[in-house]
């Protein structure tokens, strides 16, 4: 498929998509969304991709938000179809993948920006980024997981508070509140994700699925986290990555994972 609005570039089992409307601040359009649940259902399924990267084109925008022009005119129903649409394409999509996905914060992530950027499962942000969920300015609530995800990674007080006032957080502030794992200068914003990238590939990718999906369990109503923890302890015995991984610690060489 040819994609309009998203770069993919793959090196070193590292994708790297660049969401790709830098005139309109890579404001997640319907297009883009499709091209994004594109390229990461085809990665999902690539065995040679091991760790995806997102950003944005150019110096200033992560991603400006959803896409304000498009939506302005929406019904209800509408509304409710593009939350419920981006939930499954997008967002939803990201955090469930089988492998880490991380959001390299090049400036702006407001709103659909910030949302993306938090259902990636790392966060780095360089210098200059600025994140918030303005989404009440205009009207409307964040509804691409942001009330949800927020009050996960900042906690529930900072979370209403930056809902309410529509505000603007620096990247210094965002590191401090936990909603960034790391902040870098712009220009090492790349090669910073790069080797967080590396040293994930490196590692049995069945494990680390397995991983990724007992932490999420945990936030989901009705399921004991615990106890996914032990299933999926479990079943990482029956894997030929912890035969690997095991044997190889016992020769004293280093392992070399095939994810299965
Ligand atoms: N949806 C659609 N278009 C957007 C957009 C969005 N979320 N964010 C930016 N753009 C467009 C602007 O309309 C403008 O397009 P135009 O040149 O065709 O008019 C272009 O991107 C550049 O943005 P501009 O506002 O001129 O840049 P700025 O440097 O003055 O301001 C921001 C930057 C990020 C502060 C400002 O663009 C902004 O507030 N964007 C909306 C953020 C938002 O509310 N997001 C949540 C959406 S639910």
Request: charged share 20%; glycine share 10%.
């Given at each position: ?241 912890f035969k690997e991984g095991t044997t190889a610690f016992i ?10």
């Open positions: 498929m040819a994609y309009q609005n998203i770069l993919l570039q793959e090196e070193n089992n590292i994708l790297t998509i660049t969401i790709n409307r830098p005139d309109q601040l890579n404001a997640l359009n319907k297009q883009t969304i499709e091209e994004l649940n594109k390229a990461l259902s085809l990665a999902d399924v690539n065995p040679s991709v091991r760790v995806i990267i997102i950003t944005g084109s150019g110096e200033k925008a992560f991603v400006a938000g959803a896409d304000i022009k498009e939506f302005a005119a929406f019904s209800i129903e509408e509304g409710r179809m593009l939350s419920r649409a981006g939930h499954k394409l997008l967002f939803d999509f990201v955090e469930n993948m089988s492998k880490p996905v991380i959001a390299a914060v090049n400036g702006f992530a407001l709103g659909g920006g910030l949302e993306l950027a938090m259902s990636a499962h790392v966060r780095v942000a360089s210098d200059n980024a600025k994140m918030g969920l303005p989404e009440v300015s205009l009207g409307v609530i964040p509804g691409y997981g942001g009330t949800q995800r927020l009050a996960q990674l900042v906690g529930k007080g900072k979370a209403m508070e930056m809902i309410a006032t529509a505000g603007m957080m620096n990247a210094a502030d965002a590191l401090q509140w936990g909603l960034v794992n790391y902040v870098v200068p712009q220009a090492d914003l790349l090669t910073t994700c790069k080797d967080l990238a590396t040293k994930m590939s490196k590692n049995s990718p069945v494990a680390i699925a397995a991983a990724y999906r007992s932490i999420l369990s945990g936030y989901k109503n009705g399921v004991n986290g615990f106890e996914s923890e032990i299933a999926e302890f479990g079943k990482c015995f029956g894997t030929a990555d020769e004293k060489r280093k392992p070399s994972f095939t994810g299965n």
